[in-house]
């Protein structure tokens, strides 16, 4: 089966905990939602990128993230190479035709978060392109993140960092998250001028 589920099959499906005390309304663990969700993608991003004939470097603290798309570029003999870093501690290291921060930036804390934001800005090439996806105020799901190793951007920070910038794509999104919580985002894809 693909995908996560919880089946039962019994002579009296009214009374699973006459089974073994198979609980009544059976739910997934979150640890096991995260997984097979946010988890599920990553990196895809990277994957997509080296397929249109980018040469990538992408970095990410996991090493089960970084196994996987190692292992995928090697399979689709892509010009894609992962590399475990941890990011808190890392200066882009030269100037790129693009940047992609998606989902990254909301795991520091708020000076860094920003100062991280500066960094893509100024090592994408004159003419290049970035693309930040970020975690904005209103969100309240937290369940992924430590207290105090976290910001939430305001909803017009990655627009007024850009500004100057050709905006490709600018939006907002919003998706329910567990316990009747929620995860909004601000996506923006620009150009550089030249
Ligand atoms: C929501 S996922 C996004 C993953 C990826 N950017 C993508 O689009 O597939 C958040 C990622 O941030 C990474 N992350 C969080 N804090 C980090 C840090 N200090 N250094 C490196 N990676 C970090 C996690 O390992 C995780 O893969």
Redesign the pocket.
């Known amino acids: 089966m693909g995908g996560t589920g919880v089946i039962y099959v019994l002579h009296d499906v009214t009374k699973p905990e006459i089974y073994g005390g198979l609980p009544s309304n059976p739910s997934i663990p979150l640890s096991v939602k995260l997984w097979k969700h946010?988890?599920k993608?990553?990196?895809?991003?990277?994957i997509a990128a080296a397929k249109q004939g980018c040469a990538v470097t992408a970095?990410?603290?996991?090493r089960t993230?970084v196994d996987r798309i190692n292992e995928a570029a090697n399979k689709l003999g892509l010009s894609l190479a992962a590399y475990?870093?941890?990011?808190?501690?890392?200066a882009i290291d030269g100037d790129y035709d693009s940047i992609?921060?998606?989902?990254?930036l909301m795991?520091?804390p708020q000076d860094k978060a920003r100062a991280k934001l500066a960094d893509i800005l100024a090592h994408t090439k004159p003419g290049g392109v970035a693309a930040v996806?970020v975690l904005i105020e209103g969100t309240t799901f937290m369940g992924?993140f430590e207290p105090g190793?976290y910001y939430l951007f305001d909803d017009n920070e990655l627009t007024k960092a850009f500004e100057g910038w050709e905006f490709l794509h600018s939006k907002y999104d919003e998706s329910p998250a567990p316990e009747n919580t929620v995860k909004k985002f601000h996506t923006v894809v620009a150009r550089k001028p030249k």
């Open positions: 946010p988890l993608w990553l990196g895809n991003l990277a970095l990410d603290g996991s993230a475990q870093a941890d990011l808190s501690h890392h992609v921060a998606i989902g990254l795991f520091f996806n992924m190793h």
